[in-house]
């Protein structure tokens, strides 16, 4: 190790040697080859540079990366799928425990059970569940990893008919601040598996998740859209039918750009339009009636909704959507979605920034609201969407424009949301910020947390303390 590495890490040699030593997986230091790339996440606004990045084999090297952070007092940041909007898998000088090389996948058909590690991608999930018809209630794109989006909540295609991910969470594996790994379920450790349930990081490296399966193996799915002038009616036509729909239904609303890609239409490449995106599960016909409410009421410009494996659907957008784009998230949860709102998205819905810049409203009714907001630590249970705000690009000279634009639509759409926003949608904004959007839950999560992380080693993240 290099002397600028013991510096940035505060460590003496020996006592890394020691550490090192005992690890199975790759540690990669400032000054290898591969170095710049393994520092990289999914937002390219994001450029940390860490002491030191620990891809961890197995749980005995998460643990000895605890342990050694702690001892030592090393800022640790945890990263699965790297997929966080703040980046917050990645911090600077201290040491990245990364989870890429945890990849398992167990299946139990009997129990209808799948395990999954913390180092798993939803296209890994999809990917082994898919086979069997099957699928977790998770996100909408393939990239993302099963850890952070699980830890935050979990809003994605099924939400509406099987609730979040976190509501299709049976237990964790963590490896706690002492360095201890537990097992957390609603029987043994029922405290910490509240907390992570919507709580993220705060508590441990969770190392392996076992989530109930359910049915999802074709889907009546796909995209579905209007020219900007019909937004507005369109909009208001999708919030009357969402907020009614069986639970089956699902469909997120959008303001996007179509890309100048050959599987759409060459007289709408790179037009503005609305649309929503479908995502139908159960009877075949009876999905494509829902559809065809929308077709009748206005014909769409572009509908390429119909059957397809539910599989095809999650990584439909990845292609569009590669790593190392510029990233800037603004978000909120929405209950009311009002016809003065409402006027308000189409006006900044009309000036997205860039092609890739976009804005979704993610439906999380119907299952979701099954259970109450104090039932798990994600507090926003009466909430019907949950809206993010995103300027994208590939040029890092649009940054500001990207940020002007998002914090201005924020800034005129926050004052008719419901206070907080869904975490993983949050980028570094402050403890107040934190605090709103875990709503009367917090102080219940900074006293498990000051219970399980008394010394607040993790706390790169949405950090929750007393």
């Known amino acids: ?143 993302t990893g099963v850890s952070g989006l699980t830890l935050g909540g979990g809003l994605g295609h099924l939400s509406r008919a099987y609730g979040l991910a976190i509501d299709n969470l049976l237990e964790v594996d963590v490896v706690l601040a002492n360095g201890n790994l537990v097992t957390a379920s609603e029987d043994e450790n029922a405290d910490l598996f509240w907390a992570v349930r919507g709580g993220g990081g705060n508590f441990g490296v969770v190392t392996s998740f076992l989530f109930k399966l359910q049915d999802a193996g074709m889907v009546y799915g796909g995209p579905m859209l209007w020219h900007l002038e019909d937004s507005e009616e369109m909009m208001k036509y999708y919030r009357d039918f969402i907020l009614n729909a069986p639970n089956e239904f699902y469909c997120y609303f959008a303001f996007l750009t179509v890309p100048p890609v050959p599987i759409f239409p060459a007289e709408l490449h790179l037009k503005q339009m609305c649309g929503v995106v479908w995502c139908n599960i159960g009877d075949q016909e009876r999905a494509a009636r829902a559809v065809d409410e929308f077709r009748d009421y206005k014909k769409p410009a572009l509908d390429f909704t119909g059957p397809m494996p539910f599989v095809n659907l999650q990584c439909m957008f990845d292609a569009l959507y590669p790593k190392g784009l510029q990233w800037y998230w603004k978000a909120d ?120 992380d008394p010394d607040n080693i993790f706390r790169v993240n949405q950090n929750i303390h007393l």
């Open 1 to 143: 190790m290099t002397l600028e590495n013991l510096t940035m890490l505060h460590v003496e040699e020996a006592a890394w040697q020691n550490f090192s030593n005992g690890i199975r997986g790759q540690i990669i230091l400032k000054g290898d080859a591969t170095y710049d790339e393994e520092r990289k996440v999914y937002n390219g606004m994001i450029n940390r540079k860490p002491g030191a990045i620990v891809k961890c084999r197995n749980v005995a090297d998460v643990m000895s990366c605890v342990n050694f952070c702690r001892d030592h007092g090393i800022l640790m940041a945890i990263r699965g799928g790297g997929h966080n909007a703040g980046g917050l898998g990645m911090c600077d000088d201290g040491l990245v425990i990364d989870m890429s090389l945890m990849k398992g996948i167990r299946i139990d058909q009997k129990l209808n059970t799948v395990r999954a590690e913390g180092g798993v991608l939803l296209g890994d999930l999809d990917h082994a569940t898919q086979p069997f018809g099957k699928a977790v209630p998770s996100g909408i794109f393939a990239s």
């Open 333 to 452: 949860f929405v209950k009311d979605l009002t016809d003065e709102s409402i006027k308000l998205n189409v006006k900044y819905g009309n000036k997205l920034p860039t092609p890739p810049s976009t804005m979704h409203l993610y439906p999380i009714n119907g299952a979701a609201h099954n259970r109450k907001n104090e039932d798990t630590a994600f507090a926003y249970r009466d909430a019907n969407w949950a809206q993010v705000i995103v300027g994208i690009d590939q040029d890092p000279a649009n940054s500001e424009k990207l940020v002007t634009w998002c914090r201005e639509y924020y800034e005129a759409l926050h004052p008719f949301s419901a206070g907080g926003a869904y975490v993983n949608f949050l980028m570094e904004e402050g403890q107040e910020r934190i605090r709103a959007s875990y709503g009367g839950n917090y102080d219940k999560l900074a006293r498990i947390k000051s219970k399980y």
